[in-house]
């Protein structure tokens, strides 16, 4: 059997960031408030290169760099906590706020057949940044999932962050 080679160069640059980040945590002793959300959220004259898509004044939707699938975002609260319990009602009550904007950004933007909502609270649940919780929308379509994840590994994503973010944020519009 021949195989060819699939390459997905991006996933070596988020490993090597993960593996950065808990060397800085470790050993360095940075704050875990220290993270891309928090970074996002400080650079809001950047929010091109953060790729976010929409901030208010107590959180902010962004694309997600290493996404599940196209249009997959992230939505947090400015204040990085580990836990949805650590929030106040009122905080919790703004961050499923902007979970509304999201679903409702990616369903006119991107028109998917259904949406995945969910957040992972702690390592264990699959948390790859636990000291800031987090929620993902990810836009779901038939045949968006195929073989390639199970045999390959890998996951297609069929379009750029760069043309995901130009729709999302005309949808902002």
């Known amino acids: ?38 970074a996002a959220w400080d650079d809001a004259k950047n929010d091109h290169l953060h790729h976010v898509i929409f901030r208010n004044a107590n959180g902010l939707i962004m694309l997600n760099r290493y996404p599940y699938a196209n249009g997959h975002v992230l939505i947090a609260l400015a204040d990085p906590r580990p836990t949805l319990m650590d929030y106040s009602s009122s905080q919790r009550a703004q961050l499923w706020e902007l979970v509304d904007i999201a679903v409702d950004l990616v369903e006119r933007g991107l028109h998917p057949q259904g949406v995945n909502v969910g957040l992972n609270q702690g390592r264990a649940a699959g948390a790859g940044l636990p000291e800031h919780l987090h929620v993902h929308v990810v836009p779901r379509w038939g045949g968006d999932t195929n073989f390639m994840a199970t045999i390959g590994e890998v996951r297609v994503v069929p379009d750029s962050l760069e043309q995901s973010w130009r729709i999302l944020r005309d949808v902002v519009r």
Do not use: C, Q
């Not at 988020?14 to 704050?31: K, P």
């Open 1 to 38: 059997m021949t195989n060819k080679d699939l390459w997905a160069p991006w996933r070596m640059t988020y490993l090597r960031e993960l593996e950065s980040r808990e060397t800085d945590i470790r050993t360095a002793g940075v704050s875990p408030a220290t993270n891309f959300l928090r």
